[in-house]
């Protein structure tokens, strides 16, 4: 008797942690996907090694967004990994799907970016003011030529907004 309560607890908490992990799994894949972005953007890995590090952060990416749709995380990093790959295109998906779950500052600035990569300077220049709009802070990796026309957009639209003659946040298109 004493055996089979055993195995029966056993096999209830197994039950219990399977969903755990794949959330594990999906985790450390985000945090590999991280670690080979991090080579890439330091130098550490150049050439073909940074483009076989950003294919495999890419990849490592998107299977953890499919594991955790709801995790903004996941598509971010396959995100940058599409950008440092020229897929603007490709980026500008993930994100776009990314955004309609929840608009962040850090998925808006990548917006952005992969709108530059694509060609598309005005959509870019939107993605960018908006994100300034929603966080200045977060705009701090763009060349200062950038930040500084940003940030006074950003002070005339407060202004606009306290007369009372502003009632949205500037548009993301």
């Known amino acids: ?3 089979i309560v055993r195995m029966l607890v056993t096999t209830v908490l197994a039950l219990l942690l399977w969903p755990e992990f794949g959330r594990y799994r999906a985790e450390w894949m985000m945090a590999e ?3 080979q972005l991090d080579r890439v953007l330091r130098g550490v890995d150049r050439g073909t090694e ?15 967004r499919l594991q955790l749709p709801t995790d903004s995380r996941a598509p971010l ?9 020229r897929q603007g295109a490709a980026a500008i998906q993930v994100l776009d799907a990314a955004i309609a779950q929840g608009e962040r500052p850090e998925l808006t600035i990548n917006l952005g970016r992969a709108r530059g990569i694509s060609g598309d300077e005005k959509g870019a220049t939107a993605a960018f003011l908006r994100t300034a709009w929603a966080n200045p802070g977060a705009i701090s990796t ?18 606009e907004l ?4 502003m009632m949205e946040p500037p548009p993301l298109n």
Do not use: F, K, W, Y
């Open 50 to 64: 940074a483009q076989h590090g950003i294919e495999q952060a890419r990849n490592l990416a998107h299977l953890a």
């Open 77 to 85: 990093l396959e995100a940058v990994a599409l950008i440092l790959g």
């Open 142 to 159: 763009l060349p200062a030529a950038m930040r500084a026309p940003l940030l006074d957009q950003v002070t005339s639209l407060e202004a």
């Open 1 to 3: 008797m004493n055996r």
């Open 33 to 35: 996907a991280n670690n």
């Open 162 to 165: 306290r007369a009372g003659r």
